[in-house]
């Protein structure tokens, strides 16, 4: 016979069960269900192989957000393209480098300031994460899109892998544009012709001149040394030495009195000096003395000159009369004298004489 069973055992476990689940459940993952994001989008003109939902999004190695989705632009704005369309959940304490009220103005400010995502790779794992940084996109790389994005777009940059691609690609193309066998031809042909005048070059010919070249380099080596050795060239070094050692008695012997001469001079030298001094001090206050006279004499020339011109002012009237009366007199003289040359007889008669008419 089977004991009888205790519901209320039963009910009491899983009611336990159910508050140490929802207690787990709280302390580690309800932080993160009630946690506040920041959606971002960006679009890449590359392969995001070893990206995927979940993976990071770092700033200079710090983790700013994850990746929530990734998918074609062309599906989620309905248009023609070839881009990837990652979007990203950003945490809302995120600073960037930035000052801001909330996370969108703070973001808002980074990418004015040019901040930028690319795709980068952990080692040789070959899983990949978004890196965030301040560098400005180059024009070849900078993607147009005819929509408008519905959450805060972030530029992307080329990863390097893409970088290193496009250089490799540039390379295979340059060396395929370059002509080996055009090259290949060339060289042998230089090789040829360089075999052709090898062989022409008459080395028994060359040999006699290299040893005749010797022979002579010998020779002239030989009357060098001869040279040298001789009587003349010894004497000629003697005479050498004893002029060197008659210029350095000469300039032993005149060490002294030019010293003396420079002492001399320099006695002189301060004896100007003395003098000059002197005669500053005997004529400094003459010329003061001279300085004062004549600003003395200036500020009464200057006072006399202001006493004319007050007199001249003052009296205007009367000496225009009387420059007027001096231009009529001058005038009433001017026409006596015209008088008197016609008719001297006024100085002693009132009228002219009569005149006297001979009779017939």
Known sequence: MNPPTNYF?????????????????????????????????????????GLSVGSEVKYKGIQIGTVKS??????????????????????????????????????????????????????????????????????????????????????????NIKQFGDAANQILDNLTAINLKGMTSDIESLLKTLNDKANDVDMARISNLMASLLTELKETNQK???????????????????????????????????????????IAAGNTKTMTTGLEKQLAPKIDSLAIHLDRLMESLSGTSE????????????????????ETTSENLKQMSKDLKRYPGRLLFEQPPEKIIPEN
């Open 9 to 49: 055992k039963l009910g009491l476990f899983v009611i336990l069960a159910t508050a140490l689940l929802a207690v787990f459940l709280i302390v580690f993952g309800a932080g993160n269900l009630f946690k506040k994001e920041l959606l971002a989008e960006t679009l890449f003109n590359e392969s995001v192989q």
């Open 70 to 159: 990734i998918t074609s632009a062309a599906r989620v704005y309905q248009t023609k393209s070839d881009y990837v369309l990652v979007r990203i959940a950003l945490e809302e304490e995120i600073s960037l480098g930035q000052t801001g009220r909330t996370a969108k103005i703070r973001i808002e400010n980074a990418i004015r300031d040019n901040l930028t995502i690319r795709l980068a790779f952990k080692g040789l794992t070959g899983a990949a994460y978004l890196e965030t940084d301040y560098t400005a996109v180059d024009s070849n790389e900078a993607l147009d899109f005819p929509w408008t994005p519905e959450t805060i777009y972030i530029p992307s940059r080329r990863s």
């Open 224 to 266: 060098i040394r001869t040279t040298v050795g001789s009587d003349q060239i010894k004497q000629l070094i003697d005479d050498a030495q004893i002029s060197f050692s008659q210029i350095r008695t000469v300039v032993e012997t005149s060490k002294q009195p030019f010293n003396t001469a420079i002492k001399d001079f320099q």
């Open 307 to 326: 006493l004319l011109e007050n007199m001249v002012w003052l009296n205007s009237d009367k000496v225009k009369l009387i420059i007027e009366n001096l």
